[in-house]
Each structure stands twice: as structure tokens, then as C-alpha cells.
């Protein structure tokens, strides 16, 4: 059944969504939003074609126009709220580069950090990414390359906490 290829994907969604807005509940919240869409408009989505590109189309449709409701009415949160990190076990190196890491995706734009992650975290294709983010191939191969050079750009800017030691994957 299809319902339960959707239900597969919710890992996937969760990580996506915990880089996109940087923050353990608001990631819930939009990973439960997307869900609740992806339910609502079950009958929109063609059997055959690519469920995850689907449902990561909804999610980034759900996730910009919450940034715009934000933009027009905005609250004051901590920048910094739940940024706790799971892993109370890891080295002290480890957490230090994984914050740096998490402060310097959260200062990229958000068009920027979509199509990062999109390709480097969840290995979309380009075209992949293209489709679902709704651009031409040329828009997401350029803001890949600006995205990559800023967050280089970044990280080594934090050498405090060692996070420019964090490699980037190539995806061609």
C-alpha cells in the first residue's frame, strides 16, 4: 500500500525538516503539517510516479509559507531554543562541531539551504531537487555552488569550536 511507503518516508522528513528549521519542535510541527497535507490531498498524488519527491514538494511548499506567515507576524523566540543535542554521549569535539555546523546552515538563506540539503543530506539528483523545489536545474546547480562556498565560508569563521575540520560531500 502506498499510505505505508508514506509512513517509510517520515524519517527522512523529520531529518530534512530538523536541518531546514533548525530546531527539534518546529521540525515536528512540520513534519506533521506535511503529513496532514500529503493525507488531505492523497487523491492528488498519481501511483507510479516518485512518492518522496511528492511529499518533499509538500513539505518545502508548507515550510515556505510558514516562513511567510513568520515574516508578517513575527514571534520572539530564542534563536537558539531547542538546539539541544540528542546524543548526550558524544565527544565534547563532536557536539562542538555538530553546533557550529547546525548555527552555520541556519545563517544561509533558506533558498540556499533547501537545495543543500536536498542534495547533500537527502541525495536528490538535480533534476530531483529542481522538481521538487519547482526551479530550473541552472537556479538549483547555482544556488548548490553558493550555498556550498558560504557555508565553507562560515565554518571556517568558527574555528572556535573546530567545525571547519567538517568536510562537505561533492555531488555531481
Known amino acids: ?57 509538500i513539505m518545502h511548499n508548507v515550510f515556505v509559507n510558514q516562513v511567510r506567515r513568520a515574516a508578517l507576524a513575527p514571534e520572539s523566540l530564542d534563536p537558539d531554543a531547542g538546539l539541544e543535542l540528542e546524543d548526550r554521549s558524544a565527544s565534547a569535539d563532536t557536539l562542538a562541531q555538530l553546533s557550529g555546523l547546525n548555527s552555520a546552515l541556519q545563517r ?11 542534495v547533500t543530506l537527502e541525495g536528490f539528483s538535480y533534476d530531483e531537487a529542481a522538481h521538487t523545489l519547482g526551479l530550473p536545474i541552472g537556479t538549483v546547480m547555482s544556488r548548490l555552488a553558493r550555498a556550498r ?13 573546530g567545525a571547519s575540520q567538517v568536510q562537505l560531500k561533492v555531488v555531481k
Open 1 to 57: 500500500m502506498e499510505q505505508e511507503a508514506l509512513v517509510a518516508l517520515i524519517p527522512r522528513l523529520r531529518r530534512y525538516a530538523r536541518a531546514l528549521t533548525g530546531e527539534r519542535f518546529r521540525a515536528d510541527d512540520l513534519v506533521q503539517d506535511t503529513l496532514e497535507r500529503a493525507l488531505s490531498k492523497w487523491a492528488l498524488w498519481r501511483p507510479g510516479t516518485d512518492l518522496r519527491a511528492w511529499t518533499f514538494t
Open 108 to 118: 544561509l538563506p533558506d533558498e540556499q539551504r533547501e537545495v543543500l540539503l536536498l
Open 149 to 161: 562556498g558560504r557555508l565553507a565560508l562560515l565554518l571556517e569563521g568558527d574555528g572556535a569550536t
